[in-house]
């Protein structure tokens, strides 16, 4: 993308750096937590962000797809089994811990605003 299209390479912002070490954080103390994380950026990513992302490649970048929405396999498949896979993780979880990650919901949604609010605003 920096070559093709002479975008150049943001640096890692406040933003990124803050939830990266919150992320860190999390991770050490809670694992299912933590997963709320994933669980949410993934789906998120793996749905909506999908339909985003082609009508941004479409608008601006001559309809190349970018590599990170490129899957190794069948999409929805792959969404299947990461689902599975999560549910039976989640199925071994004492009640506390299903409430921590049901907890997380809305940290997890105020690190990802807080991305997406500094790559919307060119990393200001």
Not at 93 to 107: F, G, H, I, L, P
Request: proline content about 3%.
């Amino acid at each position: 993308m920096v070559e093709e299209f002479g975008i150049p390479k943001p640096e890692v912002g406040a933003p990124g750096l803050n939830y990266a070490a919150e992320l860190r954080r999390i991770v050490a103390s809670s694992i299912p937590a933590f997963m709320c994380h994933y669980y949410n950026f993934y789906f998120a990513h793996t749905a909506g962000g999908r339909m985003i992302g082609k009508k941004m490649s479409n608008l601006l970048l001559k309809k190349k797809t970018l590599k990170f929405y490129e899957w190794d396999g069948n999409l929805n498949e792959i969404k299947d089994a990461v689902k599975e896979q999560f549910e039976n993780m989640a199925s071994t979880w004492s009640r506390e811990e299903k409430d921590q990650c049901v907890n997380e919901t809305a940290s997890a949604f105020r690190g990802g605003g807080a991305l997406n609010r500094y790559l919307s605003s060119g990393g200001h």
